[in-house]
């Protein structure tokens, strides 16, 4: 039933009805005029269809985010493929402090190698790769190189200069020997003294014989001889070629089943860094 005394709700139809009733009993009522009247009833019904829709649509869109967020993190990205290694040790046998990169990446991580300096062997990338040579403290690339190394081998670098030229890597291939002797090789890396005799004073090899390098010249490479390890303490001698001019006499300590390569730098008469000496690298 049609309350008279009650507002319409705004619907036209039940408005015209309201104002007939009241018509007939006599109950005047003026129907707005207002020409926005129903265009406003009209628009807030609209309003609250649109802000129903909305309150429906929003959980949906948020349940679908959800959803390809999930999704997205399932597809998980390709693992990077993964380089083969070998390792390499490095040898400063120059007068410069350097540090030495890899494709951009520094590889002697711990410190600068100076001069008589060995990094140690370090995990490098196998296979041809850019190595970059950069003084301590200066951005700048002194020397960029490529050096090809496989993974079945492990290797020396040594350093005379940075230069290509001063510059040759030594195979560190070895089988160790596990009773009472130590294997040692020996690398001529002094490029103005001439080729060279280095002695290994009161060592004897299996046969009795002394163990000696003879003639080697700058960049040679010995072989690793075994070599008695008695009493551990050895006298090394290194001496020209020929003349038999003594440039160095040291005494060095030895182990049973060690490996080890004597090397030289440097040259006679100099001084400080760049003087003649020598050096020793546990390769195992």
Do not use: W
Not at 97 to 103: D, P, T, Y
Not at 240 to 267: E, H, M, P, W
Request: charged share 15%; hydrophobic share 40%; proline share 5%.
């Amino acid at each position: 039933m049609l309350n008279l005394f009650q507002h319409p709700t705004g619907h036209p139809d039940e408005l015209k009805e309201h104002v007939r009733c009241r018509n007939r009993l006599g109950m005047t009522i003026k129907a707005p005029t207002t020409p926005n009247f129903y265009p406003f009833i009209t628009n807030n019904i609209n309003k609250q269809l649109y802000i129903s829709t909305m309150k429906f649509k929003a959980p949906v869109l948020l349940v679908s985010g959800i959803i390809a967020l999930l999704a997205s993190c399932k597809k998980e990205d390709p693992a990077p493929p993964v380089l083969p290694e070998t390792r390499l040790n490095v040898v400063n046998a120059s007068v410069d402090v350097f540090n030495i990169f890899q494709s951009g990446n520094r590889i002697n991580n711990t410190a600068s190698l100076y001069p008589g300096g060995i990094s140690g062997y370090l995990n490098v990338t196998a296979g041809e790769q850019n190595y970059e040579f950069k003084r301590n403290g200066s951005p700048d690339v002194v020397l960029g190189m490529k050096l090809a190394l496989d993974t079945l081998t492990t290797h020396s670098l040594f350093v005379v200069g940075l230069a290509a030229d001063q510059m040759f890597l030594s195979d560190d291939s070895f089988t160790a020997d596990t009773g009472s002797r130590a294997l040692v090789r020996f690398i001529n890396a002094s490029p103005d003294d001439g080729e060279l005799n280095v002695a290994l004073a009161d060592t004897s090899a299996i046969a009795g014989e002394t163990i000696s390098y003879s003639d080697k010249a700058f960049k040679s490479i010995s072989e690793f001889l075994p070599v008695a390890v008695t009493n551990g303490s050895k006298q090394l001698k290194i001496s020209r070629s020929g003349g038999g001019i003594t440039l160095l006499t040291d005494t060095i300590n030895l182990q049973a089943g060690s490996v080890y390569t004597i090397f030289t730098k440097g040259k006679s008469g100099q001084a400080g860094s760049a003087a003649f000496g020598a050096g020793i690298i546990t390769n195992q």
